[in-house]
């Protein structure tokens, strides 16, 4: 169940919501939310469901254990770090690992490995994160360990960020667990938001993400100079607008129950480095990585050999993180020899460079990565980045005009222009007004902004009811 598809949001969403405020008392409200919970991700994961209940039930046992028993602390962690990993490894690398061992023992003439392939449980990334910061907080005595075994469930499994994020820290919402209350405007602000996501998931990430997938779906050979660039910037921004809109209706949807999620975006396509950009895109997941591994690593703090490879280890780790294939692999080494790049004397000749070219060199490098990131493969990645920088052998056709339609261009004009402002300190000024008394002029300012989410709602549905192109793209992470 995906939240831009009709079912959630004109039948479960209403019921859910109002079960919840039918529900008497916090204690009450979480076991709701709970059971709403497990029936969102049993409803799209039937067969794995267990696997995310065993995750719930090992970490609230180790953390349990850490709490009460200082003496072997440190072993219940190692116990729960490897359980989480494991669990991890078995369902995301297990079938990458059988397939490139099978590739050496078929040269070394030695007989291969029965591979069956194992599926992948959705969310499986973002809920082994959440955990692992759970018992790590415990550990370090940041967080104390939750008395209720209900409301350490609902923390890993709460339904708004549960399959693709924000990675929301323990201690962020420890004290919402036990107590929290929802007012009026908390419930206009979330429905605000959550229509904002849904317009950024459904008006512009699957209008361009259709293009992105088709352009992709054609053999290396069949890409020209203009289908290329085309297809990456939709991918571009259909992987901007469909992951920040996620994460824009899951923060929406937590301030309706109460809980106030961190942001996850904060425009990066406007950073002018790729550490800048590191800081705005998917921040939950950079500040998990940079707090869990790359800071206990040492960070900054060894010297600068000691950091580059800090930082080139974080972002392997990110990539595989986010898929298990050799793309992914290519990605992470990119973007973290870009970051070590910009440590180096790199730094003080792109800052000697203008805005504008700073701009286009963080632009330029993200486009690249993500060839690697979308790519089916190394080997279609690599002939792809051939074709986009000129060195393809099939000449410019026009064939790209047949993508270009009305629907496509109003998309990319959309999702352009909007990519490159800032829209968190817009949307910011638009709910502070919409949440306080004003003069006229704020009234009709704030009318007006209504009106148009209504209409971006409307047309929303419209596009639902239409579509049947409609994936998540983080939903295999």
Known sequence: MVFSSSIFLFLFLPLVIGGYFLSPGIKAKNIFLLIVSVFFYTYGEIHYVVVLLISILCNTWFAKRIESNKTHARGFLVGAVVTNLVLLAYFKYANFTIDNLNILFSAAGIGEIDNRPIHLPLGISFFTFQALSYVIDVYRGTSRAQKSAFNVALYISFFPQLIAGPIVRYGDIALQLNERSTSINDIAYGVRRFIIG??????????????????????SGQLDIAMVWLGILCYSLQIYFDFSGYSDMAIGL?????????????????????????????????RWFRD?????????????????????????????????????????????TFLVLERTRFAAVLMRLPVFFRHVYLLLVVSVGWVFFRAENLAYALDYLQV???????????????????????????????SMLPMNAIWGKYFTISEQDGNDRKLALYLISEIALLILFGLSVVYISAQSYNPFIYFRF
């Open 198 to 219: 849904l317009a950024k998931k459904v008006l512009i990430a699957n209008v361009v993400g259709q293009t992105a997938d088709e352009i992709f779906a054609h053999d």
């Open 292 to 336: 869990y591994l790359y800071i206990p690593l040492g960070g900054n703090r060894k010297g600068a050999a000691r950091n580059y490879f800090n930082l080139l280890l974080v972002f392997i780790l990110c990539g595989l993180w986010h898929g298990a294939s050799w793309s992914f692999l290519a990605w992470g080494v990119f973007h973290g």
């Open 388 to 418: 986009m920088f000129g060195f393809g052998l099939r000449e410019y056709d026009g064939y790209v005009l047949f993508f270009l339609d009305t629907k496509l261009i109003i998309a990319l004009c959309l999702g352009s222009i909007t």
């Open 254 to 286: 937590g301030r309706i129950f109460g809980f106030r999620f961190p942001e996850n975006f904060r425009n990066p396509y406007i950073s002018t480095s790729v550490q800048e950009f590191w800081q705005r895109w998917h921040i939950s997941l950079s």
